[in-house]
């Protein structure tokens, strides 16, 4: 197996959105837009016999509490095989140390087992006190290729109710990929945030976000109206064969519109071709104290399957990586997760 840099976006592209629910963390787009956060990125390709079969973006950050290389959702691979991936991390860990930095952070986009964890331990890497892009390396999948009753009859009861409910009650949707309709967006998520005391993604990273990903087709705001006001309003990412619901913010209401956006956001999704739905990330179990309890009951309503993933891998470079554990350590007791 060779690795090599890949500097040609076709290639990687064309590769990348080849592959089954593969994600948009290991997109071009995304490389550039973590460049715009002060991050750098490096683009790997692995080959056998000459043609790319596999990919791996990793980003570079160097901060105050410790530098890192961190790889999200990637490696992605034609094909898992113990050895290749084996061969990837080494590559990773070695690059790592070029770079001169704390520690690798490596959050794969591989489903959770007993031999992948093995294969970590046996290279160095020891699990992360941080959960990352996914909660708690836990996802919820639907499967668009259903027909919609079908995605309706699985749905929870309740949730089935309050969707159908809301089909006469005139409420509009809208989509768009302009990046100055997230004004309104920011204006709701400011609600949300004095209502539900909690800390949203900061204003300026989400609108650099959608500036870079939409007008690159995969950022897209879509929000619901009801008697002239906006009341809901979501940000979903398409790329490849997969949608998924990556941002969304409400004000309290009597009508059920969070319900009728994510359901009109579901079909929209199915009508445009695309294979899977992402709800991007749920709690890890159905304990009510757990802080992500609420909106994981939400998402589940509607269905789908739950994806466990292998989590977040840290490969400690030097002494300074245990500042940045502990730190993390404390920050995960506090929040409870």
């Known amino acids: 197996?060779?690795?090599?840099?890949?500097?040609?976006?076709?290639?990687?592209?064309?590769?990348?959105?080849?592959?089954?629910?593969?994600?948009?963390?290991?997109?071009?787009?995304?490389?550039?837009?973590?460049?715009?956060?002060?991050?750098?990125?490096?683009?790997?390709?692995?080959?056998?016999?000459?043609?790319?079969?596999?990919?791996?973006?990793?980003?570079?950050?160097?901060?105050?509490?410790g530098s890192f290389v961190y790889v999200p959702r990637g490696p992605i691979?034609?094909?898992?095989?113990?050895?290749?991936?084996?061969?990837?991390?080494?590559?990773?860990?070695?690059?790592?140390?070029?770079?001169?930095?704390?520690?690798?952070?490596?959050?794969?986009?591989?489903?959770?087992?007993?031999?992948?964890?093995?294969?970590?331990?046996e290279e160095g890497y020891r699990r992360a006190q941080v959960v990352t892009s996914q909660a708690g390396g836990v996802s919820l999948l639907l499967d668009l290729s259903l027909s919609e009753e079908d995605l309706l009859a699985q749905m929870r009861k309740t949730t089935r109710y309050l969707v159908r409910s809301a089909e006469g009650l005139g409420m509009e949707i809208h989509r768009s990929a302009d990046p100055r309709k997230m004004e309104e967006f920011h204006r709701l998520m400011g609600v949300a945030k004095r209502r539900q005391n909690f800390v949203p993604q900061a204003r300026r990273y989400l609108q650099a976000q959608f500036e870079t990903l939409a007008p690159r087709g995969i950022a897209e705001l879509v929000?619901?109206?009801?008697?002239?006001?906006?009341?809901?309003?979501?940000?979903?990412?398409?790329y490849g064969d997969t949608v998924t619901y990556v941002h969304d913010a409400s004000v309290r209401s009597n009508v059920p519109i969070s319900y009728f956006l994510l359901w009109e956001i579901i079909k929209e999704a199915k009508k445009d071709g695309y294979r899977y739905f992402d709800f991007w990330g749920i709690a890890p179990n159905d304990?009510?104290?757990?802080?992500?309890?609420?909106?994981?009951?939400?998402?589940?309503?509607?269905?789908?399957?739950?994806?466990?993933?292998?989590?977040?891998?840290?490969?400690?470079?030097?002494?300074?990586?245990?500042?940045?554990?502990?730190?993390?350590?404390?920050?995960?007791?506090?929040?409870?997760?």
């Open 287 to 337: 304990d009510p104290r757990h802080p992500w309890y609420d909106y994981s009951l939400f998402k589940k309503g509607f269905g789908g399957y739950q994806v466990d993933y292998t989590g977040v891998w840290d490969y400690p470079l030097t002494p300074k990586y245990w500042a940045v554990f502990g730190a993390e350590k404390i920050r995960r007791l506090v929040r409870r997760y």
């Open 223 to 238: 929000w619901a109206n009801y008697q002239g006001d906006v009341l809901s309003a979501a940000i979903t990412f398409s």
């Open 1 to 65: 197996m060779e690795i090599k840099e890949i500097l040609e976006e076709r290639s990687w592209e064309e590769f990348l959105t080849r592959q089954p629910h593969t994600s948009f963390l290991q997109s071009w787009a995304w490389g550039e837009f973590q460049d715009k956060l002060g991050l750098s990125h490096h683009r790997f390709g692995t080959y056998q016999g000459g043609a790319l079969d596999g990919i791996c973006q990793a980003l570079v950050g160097r901060r105050k509490l």
């Open 77 to 121: 691979l034609k094909s898992f095989e113990s050895g290749r991936a084996q061969e990837t991390l080494k590559y990773l860990r070695n690059f790592a140390a070029g770079e001169k930095v704390d520690y690798l952070r490596v959050e794969p986009h591989w489903e959770a087992n007993l031999d992948i964890e093995e294969l970590f331990r």
